[in-house]
């Protein structure tokens, strides 16, 4: 328990160094397990299963949020395929010249060897990715949804890497998979009667860990592939969106594990150091590639360089592959601390491009060549306010709420916005003006500048750090109208005044005045009964979402 209890002070104080200087956390927990490392404290055996749940649980509710029709998408599937081959090439190629030049660790190489490590540098990081974009709020943005794709399209691809190294296929009974389908609609009636407590989350821990992972791994399938799987085949469930939510904190705090223990892996001396920052190098190039393919594709500049700079980093799966590797006898030991401290450092270069925000983004997309705009992605072409005197960005519970009090009360023209697609479909069809767009998208506000009879922007979306985005790109875009933001926390309502937010409002207490209006005019709420105000669906009658 001591030797626990340190390893917890030290996450906790590099996590909050991070933090202090405007780093992500997770970057102070990967320094902690070198520090950890380096000062020799010992073992805790329950690291790795900590680690082990946490990216079980990270993948569950990726398939919980996951639409799989995403996945036969061009931009997903022909991308993720094209990368995996130029990558490896090109990987392969740096590395040889590297050990023609005479580089230690890559000397004397075969080049089956060094292609096997260009391999595993071509995956990037699931756990990574997913953690940036949650931060941001923006898992369900064009360029999030379409990241996740390219990772379960590689996490595809590791299966199929695993099953054909491993020299063993998976057992006979794996076709009796097919019939999870039929089992989880029987599960999903179960759900329905839990309730909305520790029961619903203990369902949701027993689907990933039990019809999941350890079911897919009996089988000989990889068991991470199977809570994802059984995340998606749950995802119709109407309260999927609340399970995720409420399973968020738990899997956060079990990630701690998985990224303290990649500096445990080892620590490196000066050869090794050099070959990974060669690595990290190539990171750049990664990137780039990924551009090309997406604008190719037909998505915006913006929404490839978003996507590109979220994959700018190397995957735990890359461990994987080189412990394979080692297995095999075509890797020496040493690579797998060659890879854990490129992968380490793969992170913070990640973390620290990714934290600069959408405007640098902005500026570079405006110095690439101009698109058509009717020749992009349907979902990448411009919307029109119209004659909209206000726009409400983000159209969950609270911003339907607003829409809906807005137009009905004060007879306001409001169209509402959400880059949820689906979401605006159902809304569509209950008669509301709505449009398909991110309000993280600058050029998003200049088009909205230039309809003179927008007067008020309203920032309704459930995360603060969508709406600071949002309200930046407002700003930048020379926007002069009123702006109203919703927040959950006492702190953020004090950034958004300071920040020029004209009307900044507590969610929590806009619901407890709601109540006591309703308690005084004894009339039923409007948002319907039993409002969770932390949702982000909206309450559509006759729509069970």
Not at 92 to 101: G, S
Not at 141 to 150: D, E, H, N, S, T
Not at 477 to 493: H, L, P
Not at 500 to 525: K, R, T, W
Request: hydrophobic letters at 50%; proline letters at 4%; a negative charge.
């Amino acid at each position: 328990m001591t030797v626990a209890a340190i390893y917890l002070v030290i996450a906790f104080g590099l996590g909050g160094l991070a933090m202090a200087v405007r780093l992500p956390p997770l970057v102070g927990f990967l320094a902690a397990g070198f520090v950890i490392n380096a000062l020799d404290i010992g073992d805790v055996p329950q690291l790795e299963l900590m680690a082990d749940l946490g990216v079980t649980l990270l993948l569950f509710a990726i398939g919980l949020k996951l639409d799989v029709r995403i996945l036969l998408r061009r931009e997903v599937w022909l991308t993720t395929s094209i990368h995996l081959v130029v990558s490896v090439v090109l990987g392969t190629t740096v590395l040889w010249l590297a050990a023609v030049a005479g580089m230690a660790m890559l000397s004397g190489q075969s080049t089956t060897t060094i292609a096997l490590l260009a391999f595993a540098m071509s995956f990037s990081s699931t756990v990574f990715v997913v953690k940036v974009l949650e931060e941001r709020g923006e898992s369900h943005a064009l360029y999030g949804r379409v990241a996740i794709g390219v990772l379960v399209m590689q996490d595809i691809v590791a299966v199929v890497f695993l099953t054909v190294t491993s020299g063993t296929l998976p057992s006979p009974w794996a076709v009796t998979l097919v019939l999870l389908w039929p089992l989880t609609r029987i599960l999903r009636k179960v759900w329905s009667g839990l309730g909305h407590g520790e029961m619903q989350s203990l369902f949701g821990i027993v689907m990933a860990l039990v019809p999941g992972y350890a079911l897919f791994s009996a089988l000989g399938l990889k068991g991470d592939l199977g809570a994802l799987i059984i995340g998606v085949l749950l995802a119709s469930h109407p309260a999927s969106s609340e399970l995720s939510r409420s399973l968020f904190h738990v899997k956060e705090l079990l990630l701690v594990g998985f990224f303290v223990s990649i500096g445990l892996s080892g620590l490196p001396d000066v050869p090794s150091l050099g070959v990974a920052l060669l690595m990290v190098l190539l990171l750049p190039l990664k990137s780039v590639l990924y551009l090309v393919l997406f604008a190719m594709m037909k998505l915006r500049y913006r929404t490839a360089l978003l996507a590109g700079l979220s994959l700018m980093n190397y995957s735990e799966f890359g461990l994987i592959v080189v412990s394979v590797g080692v297995t095999t006898g075509l890797l020496a030991p040493a690579w797998l601390v060659e890879m854990s401290i490129a992968v380490a450092l793969s992170f913070v270069v990640s973390a620290l491009v990714n934290g600069r925000g959408h405007l640098m983004v902005e500026k570079i997309a405006a110095r690439l060549p101009d698109q058509d705009d009717q020749s992009l992605h349907p979902e990448e072409r411009s919307g029109d306010a119209g004659d909209a005197e206000v726009v409400v960005i983000g159209m969950g519970r609270v911003g339907f709420a607003a829409y809906q009090r807005l137009t009905e009360h004060y007879r306001l023209s409001v169209v509402g916005v959400d880059y949820d697609g689906p979401r605006i479909r159902r809304l569509a069809e209950q008669g509301l003006r709505v449009l398909e767009g991110d309000a993280t998208d600058l050029d998003f506000w200049n088009q909205l500048r230039h309809s003179e009879s927008v007067r008020i922007a309203v920032l309704a979306m459930p995360r603060h750090g969508a709406n600071v985005t949002a309200l930046a790109c407002l700003r930048e875009s020379g926007f002069s109208g009123t702006v109203a933001a919703v927040a959950r926390y006492d702190d953020e309502v004090q950034w958004a005044k300071e920040h020029g937010v004209d009307i900044a409002f507590n969610v929590y207490a806009g619901a407890g005045l709601e109540l006591a209006d309703q308690v005084g005019h004894g009339a039923p709420s409007p948002l319907g009964d039993g409002v969770d105000p932390e949702s982000d669906e909206p309450h559509i009658p006759g729509n069970s979402r």
